[in-house]
């Protein structure tokens, strides 16, 4: 899987805390079979040995639909689960450290909150960028919020792949037509949808009409 | 530094948790004037950002003085930092998989409590081993202890240093005396008193009647 082919349209971030007691693996192999383009997998509460386990077990669903996978924060997890790449934020390892230890062929996206952030993202080695809050969430009460004219002008300014992430749903997914982004994030709209299959594809419809 | 000539007598385990207002930087570098061979940096709280900015703080001090910084848990910290290598527990990466992604070059240590951890640990590549707890201790309330005899078991039959740990102190220390030890690892011992460099002079003497 090369990494400039990489297809950001329908990118799902996992949260174990939103699937009540359905089955993690089963919900994200769902989600990928409705059209989710790429999986982020974060875990912040787990121990290392769990959070492997569980990127491991993820790595092999992702495989077998060959897409990527893409860890939040640990640069360890990354390279012994083999997963495609890291996704980075502001308390995460910087960008350049990042790449320094993960060299040309994994992904490292970086979260950015501003066309300054984006920038120094882009100046470090960032192949794509995680760009919001854009819409209020739940997931992430504490999250710091981007406009839409913010979002247009990275799109517009950097040159780079531009996810969309924040409190995107199918009911405003819409409202970013013609920003410039490659893809919308989504957690719970999939994640939290008792048929995940069916929500990514709704989705995915809605990302077609915006030619995405 | 080669890690063959590793000097593990006297091996301080931080936790910025026991020194009050006390400058953490401050209390570790006197703790090596005072005699500590090797710097075990844990950090189970902070943002990995945070971690490494402390792990690259730390190094330039254990780099100053010329003793190896070991990382716990954290192979990209380990690696970000260029510390000399990683200590890990039952909870962290399998040493296999460390060892896979630091290679030689780095140290790699484990937690045993038994003689069939022990084994596994050094069959999968550990270069020391941290057994305990040897004493109770009220820096880590819930860990499993380990008996003297274990402890001789271990350092007689697993060719590899072994290092005791959990609640050694200078009124306890001399009970580990002919067991076979490369050495001891101290947390409050060193870091919760008021002068760590005295503290750490009185345990090399200690050490140092035990030939060690």
Known sequence: MEKVQTDYSLYLCTD??????????QVV???IQGGCS???LREKKCSTREFLQTAKRIKAITKKYNIPLIINDRIDICLAADAEGV???LQDMPVAEARR???DKKIIGCSAHSLTEACQAKKEGADYLGVGAVFATDTKKDAVTTSLDTLKEICQKINLPVVAIGGVKEDNADLLRDTGIAGIAVISAIM???EPRKAAERLKRILNSMDL
Do not use: K, P, T, W
């Open 87 to 89: 996704h980075l934020g």
């Open 101 to 103: 230890l993960l060299g």
């Open 29 to 31: 192999e769902h989600a």
């Open 38 to 40: 790429v999986v982020q």
């Open 192 to 194: 939290a949808d008792s």
């Open 16 to 25: 174990q805390g939103c699937i009540g007691e359905r089955n993690f693996y």
